[in-house]
């Protein structure tokens, strides 16, 4: 089915570790963005494209970073793992200034 | 910057029953979209509905509308004739009209009780 595909589903992480969240959409959408969301806290921006080759950092992008090669793929990745960085990850993209955005199944990350 | 506020955690609602979430929003634009999302225990995030902040008419999809009050900043959200699958959490976010990303609210989770 078209839509956002995020991978893995699950992954428990040792403390200073590094690791890459995947995130692809078939949707030829321009706008892809990462969030993470927290208990009690909605879901907060980390980094987000416009465009394949044009990136940017939303509320909390430390300790994160993105690229964008193509317009298909939007990976997200931890430099150096760290306990603050434990939660569910999210990838969406969307078209158009209307529409929402459609969002991946999300990655539940904790770090130990 | 904006601000999305939620003031139910939590709320409960018999099945079958109409059940209203509240969502305000803090701005000095003029323009913008407002929208809900659902997301049940799988996680996936469900868009519901969205509003245009230029149109008066409140939006309405099948049992979901919404209350949109652009004067005092409220958007809540009306679920009516509320189903066991309309249990999950719900979440108000706002998007100015130039600009690229949501504000989330916190999220209000909804039990519906048989």
């Known amino acids: 089915n078209a839509g956002v595909t995020q991978t893995p589903k699950f992954q428990v992480l040792k403390t200073g570790q590094s690791m890459t969240l995947q995130c692809a959409q078939d949707?030829?959408?321009?706008?892809m963005s990462w969030y993470r969301q927290d208990p009690g806290m909605g879901l907060r921006l980390i980094h987000y494209?416009?465009?394949?080759?044009?990136?940017d950092q939303g509320e909390v992008p430390n300790g994160y970073n993105v690229s964008r090669s193509t317009t298909e793929d939007f990976p997200l990745r931890l430099l150096s793992a760290a306990p603050s960085q434990t939660s569910v990850y999210f990838c969406?993209?969307?078209?158009?200034?209307?529409?929402?955005?459609?969002f991946g199944s999300g990655t539940r990350l904790t770090v130990v | 910057a904006q601000t999305v506020t939620q003031s139910q955690p939590e709320m409960s609602v018999q099945e079958a029953e109409t059940v209203t979430l509240s969502c305000t929003y803090d701005?000095?634009?003029?323009?913008?979209?407002l929208f809900w999302y659902k997301q049940p225990p799988s996680r996936q995030m469900i868009l519901v509905i969205r509003?245009?902040?230029?149109?008066?008419q409140n939006a309405t999809e099948n049992r979901f509308s919404v209350n949109f009050q652009k004067a005092a900043k409220s958007f809540s959200l009306k679920i009516s004739d509320s189903q066991l699958g309309d249990a999950a959490m719900y979440f108000c976010?706002?998007?100015?009209?130039?600009?690229?990303?949501?504000?989330f609210g916190p999220g209000t989770r909804l039990s519906v009780l048989p």
């Open positions: 969406a993209s969307r078209t158009g200034l209307f529409y929402g955005y459609t």
């Open positions: 949707m030829n959408h321009e706008y």
């Open positions: 494209s416009v465009g394949a080759g044009i990136t």
């Open positions: 701005t000095s634009e003029s323009d913008y979209y």
């Open positions: 509003q245009e902040a230029y149109k008066q």
């Open positions: 976010a706002y998007r100015s009209a130039n600009g690229q990303n949501f504000v």
